[in-house]
């Protein structure tokens, strides 16, 4: 059963990532040839991509919460939700582990003994 949302929801998010039809073609034929025709069909609703496809398309998208994205509701509960600039924080943080204690000093999270 086609999902009405993917097509929407695709077109928008490509263009949120600031991306052309045959850039996310270019990106999509690093693993299997995809024609440019076949994602403005996609964009169109006329067809959907299969779900490998769907799910290397949220990863050049950079969508993480692919279920809620496209109409389906999540079983699992949030405690909060993260706005993108806190998830890049998140993900910043994670990446530097030297700079974590001063960050936490900053924060007042670990007091200076």
């Given at each position: 059963?086609?999902?009405?949302?993917?097509?929407?929801?695709?077109?928008?998010?490509?263009?949120?990532?600031?991306?052309?039809?045959?850039?996310?073609?270019?990106?999509?034929?690093?693993?299997q040839?995809?024609?440019?025709?076949?994602?403005?069909?996609?964009?169109?609703?006329?067809?959907?991509?299969?779900?490998?496809?769907?799910?290397?398309?949220?990863?050049?998208?950079?969508?993480?919460?692919?279920?809620?994205?496209?109409?389906?509701?999540?079983?699992?509960?949030?405690?909060?939700n993260?706005?993108?600039?806190?998830?890049?924080?998140?993900?910043?943080?994670r990446?530097?582990?030297?700079?974590?204690?001063?960050?936490?000093?900053?924060?007042?999270?670990?007091?200076?003994?």
């Amino acid at each position: 059963m086609k999902n009405p949302l993917i097509a929407e929801r695709l077109k928008f998010y490509r263009k949120k990532n600031n991306l052309t039809i045959p850039q996310v073609s270019e990106l999509l034929s690093e693993t299997q040839p995809v024609a440019v025709k076949t994602i403005y069909g996609w964009e169109s609703g006329h067809t959907q991509p299969d779900a490998d496809t769907l799910m290397r398309l949220c990863c050049i998208y950079h969508i993480d919460n692919i279920l809620e994205i496209f109409g389906y509701k999540s079983t699992k509960k949030s405690l909060f939700n993260l706005t993108p600039q806190e998830k890049n924080l998140i993900e910043e943080y994670r990446k530097h582990p030297d700079m974590q204690k001063a960050v936490q000093r900053l924060l007042e999270i670990e007091k200076e003994s």
